[in-house]
């Protein structure tokens, strides 16, 4: 059982599949602290100056009050609801949303630039070229098949 595991793993960690998991991992997290750093930093500061100087994370709707202590007697302390740090994750979502969709399309064209038989500036990946030949040679084969059935 544990040696079947063991092979296993070595077979899931030989394909890549573990490092190509690891990259993306690191790849994200490093991701994560740069639209954290372009929210904070560069969005929110101009955002703020336009809405009245309103720091958005300190945004709540308050249920209750605090009430301080009388006479020895317990704090009651405040009940809030921080709508203001929700704007701010919405605010990051779009970013990272709108980014990773910059970043997909970017990535897709070079794809079909790659893709394209057609395309001499860009090598066309081997499995590519074989299905276009292959395509290209059924093609001539139904052209000729046409041609013979109206003779």
């Known amino acids: 059982m544990a040696i079947g595991f063991l092979k296993e793993f070595k077979e899931f960690a030989v394909k890549g599949n573990m490092i190509d998991m690891a990259v993306g991992i690191i790849i994200g997290t490093a991701f994560n602290r740069v639209v954290d750093v372009l929210v904070k930093q560069v969005i929110m500061p101009p955002l703020t100056l336009l809405t009245g100087r309103i720091q958005y994370a300190d945004r709540k709707y308050v249920l209750r009050e605090e009430i301080p202590a009388i006479e020895g007697g317990e704090v009651i302390e405040e009940i809030a609801v921080g709508y203001g740090l929700l704007i701010e994750v919405f605010i990051d979502f779009l970013v990272i949303g709108f980014v990773v969709f910059m970043v997909v399309k970017f990535m897709n064209r070079f794809r079909r630039k790659a893709e394209d038989p057609n395309n001499g500036t860009v090598a066309t990946p ?26």
Do not use: A, G, Y
């Open 126 to 151: 081997k499995n590519i070229e074989l299905l276009t030949n292959l395509n290209n040679l059924m093609q001539e084969q139904n052209d000729l098949l046409r041609k013979k059935s109206r003779n």
